[in-house]
Every structure is written in C-alpha cells, then in structure tokens.
C-alpha cells in the first residue's frame, strides 16, 4: 500500500486533512506497516456527553460536549477544551491527533487528547460558563485525570475555566488535585514562564534555524502576522535577540516599518486600545496579505491557520517560515515552499513550547513545589532545542523538509513505543 497520495488543491484546504496528508507521506517514509499505521490513525477513545446546564432564566439548556483522546501511547492524554458554537467532533479528533504529534515532536511523556463544548461563550453569563464548565468535568470525571488525561485551556477558555475545573475534580475526588488541568492560575499551581512559553519556543526555534542557515540575528528582518499570546510575546523576544521586526498584525490590519518596529510602543498601544493594534502609528498601514508577502528574512505566522496557501506561495519572500499558528500553511502549499528553497520550521515543531511548559506545570504540581521563571525557561529552551536538532538530522538523513522530518520523529517514537507495549 501507498500511503503517498498527491495533496489536493483546493481554494480553502482543511489543516486537519493537511495534516493527515503529511501524516500519510510520513508513514510512507518510516515504512509504517499497515496494521499500525491504522492503529496510530485512529483516536483510543471518543466521548459524547449530555449536559443540562440551567442558565440564568431558571430553564434548562441542554449542551453538547466531546473528548477525543487520540492517543495514550506515549503517556497521559494532553489537550485542551474549546468552547465555540461550531466545535464538532470531527474538529475534536483531528485536533487530538495534532496532540499526539505534537507532544512526540519534543519528546514529552505524553499523548495526545482535545475536548470541546458547543457553546457561545461570548453570550453567557460568567456563572452560566461556571456552571457547564463544572457540569463537563463532572461528565467526564471517569476520563480525565493526573494518570489518564490532562485538559487544558484552547479557544474559548482560559485559566479561569480550569480553575473550576481543578475544583470540580478535586471535589469529586475529595482532596485537591491540582495536576489534574494545566494552564491553572499562578495561585492554583499555574507554571511561571506558561503565558510566554508559546512564542519563546518559537523565538529559540528561529534562532537555532538561523544558526544553521547562517543567518546573523543582528542583521536579519522579520516579520510577525498576528499579535496575540504567541505573536506578541514571538515578535518582542526576536527583537531583544537583535532581530529588526519590520511588520506587525492583528484583524485590524498590519503595520510595516523599514526600520523596525518598536514592539514595546506596539504592546503598549494595544494595551490602552481593548487590545487590538487599530490606530498603530509606529509604521505605514498594509493588510495582512502584503506582510506575508514583504521582503524579510524571518516570517512568523502566528495568527490563523491556511494563510499560505497555492495562491500565494511562489510569493512569500522570505527564508525561512516559523509556525507559530497550528496550520498556518496549506499542505498544497509545501512542495511550492520547498522547492523556493524556503525553510520552513513546522508548527508541531515551532509552538510546542507552550504544551513543554504545560507539561512542567503538571511536574511541578505533583513535586508540590514551584520552580522558578529561570529554571523553567532554562528546561523548555533545552527541549526545544533538542528538538530541532533530532528534526533537523532527520531531514537531512532522508533529505527530507522538516516538516515531514518532524512528522517522521514524532510518529516513529509513537509507533516503536506502541509495538514495545503491544496488546492484542
Ligand atoms: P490570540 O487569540 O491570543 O491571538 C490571535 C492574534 O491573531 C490576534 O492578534 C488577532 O487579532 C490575530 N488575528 C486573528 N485573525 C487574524 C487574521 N485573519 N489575520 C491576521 N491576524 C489575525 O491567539 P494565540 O494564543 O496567540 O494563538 C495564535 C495561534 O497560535 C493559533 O493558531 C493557536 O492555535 C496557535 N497556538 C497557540 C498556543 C498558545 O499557547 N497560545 C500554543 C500553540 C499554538
């Protein structure tokens, strides 16, 4: 069987069948046999659940809710929860595969999972969200848990939300067990370095890609599409590394400034304007395409998925693509991307920092101790970089993108642990 199909060349590709697509020609490339590549496709365990929530009008509301564990191969389930209206299972699964890879990728002893809710969140009351959030875990209390399956927060959720999680749990449980969620606030054993630990990862991936390259940080230009947790904290650290960022983003629009951008101004101006970068004067309006699009050494796409797509591709000048968004590159797009000879540093890769530092909010929560913001961006840096590098040596072995190589990493160490514990 081949699993090397050709990726289909759609206007609007899904990231999750962009995924599949690599995971295919990843297999193909390891040599997976068929019996485990069916295996590592398909998800361990799929929960549907009922919940009655009663709302602030007295009556009753029935809402929908899923968790997809893909994968507990490699350890306890890792994911986080998502509230939106238009959550589906099939979202849930794809995102848990991701998960699996994902942890893999930087070798953390941890599977892969993902929840989600159908809610508008944005219209309920804070009580209302409480009240499913605490209905959720008590549905699910058989499925998570420190040794079995550990949430954490995704769109629509925060650590507000796995505080009442934690809480519920505990309830349950009868004693306070904090490692049952990550992404906690600080005061219920949140991980100091968490909030920044997404764009940090991507920030030391850039660097490490560039050191290969032979790419002095002090004379490159960069550019960050999307200024939230990831692209902000992104943008600001690869200034302090000596980068020039020459464009920022957000929904509002993008800025573009020849001689650099003042990140600290950018921050601050959101900061006073409801968070959003509209009204920015620290450089010349242009739209998000054009950023893509500038001539700059680094690109960081750190905003949405498929926004390099075939229709844009053979126009992206820059050297090298750090994802910082899950999906920001349509699988069509790879081989237009490869063969410009642009170096491309995957998602599952380039954002992972922020499920290491989780990992190490769970490590700190059942040491019972808190380790500080040094030591725990000292550890994450090290495992990003080992990760490149394990990336990296595999790309060139098989002379191969690291996208695939990551793809190769992560679903060879899932597929030799899985034939080690073998059942059935
Ligand atoms: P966020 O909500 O904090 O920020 C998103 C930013 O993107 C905002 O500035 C928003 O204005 C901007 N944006 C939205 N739509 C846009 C568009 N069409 N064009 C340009 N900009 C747009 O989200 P985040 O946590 O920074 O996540 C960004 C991406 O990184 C997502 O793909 C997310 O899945 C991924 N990611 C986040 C984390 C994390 O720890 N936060 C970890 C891994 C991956």
Redesign the pocket.
Known sequence: MSYIEPAPIKDKENPFESMMARFRVAAEILGLDNETYEVLKSPAKQVIVSLPVTMDSGQKKVFTGFRVIHSNVLGPSKGGIRFAEDVSLDEVKALAAWMTWKCAVVDIPYGGAKGGVICNPRQMSAGEIERLMRAYTSAMIDVIGPDQDIPAPDMGTGPREMAWMMDEYSNAMGKTINAVVTGKPLVLGGSLGRVE??GRGVMVTALTAMQKMKMNPVNATCAV???????SFAASLLEERGLKICAI????GAWWNEKGIDIAKALEHRQKNNG?LAGFTGGDLID?EQLLQSKVDVLVP????DVITVHNADKIQAKLIVE???GPTSASADSIIYDKGIVVVPDILA?AG?VTVSYFEWVQNRLGYKWTAERVNRRSDRIMNTAFENVYATAKKHNISLRLAAYVVSIGKVAETYKFRGRF
């Open positions: 630990a997404t599409q999307g200024f939230g947790n990831v692209g983003s957000d929904h509002t959003v998000n750190a905003a949405v998925e910082g968004a899950n954002n922020g």
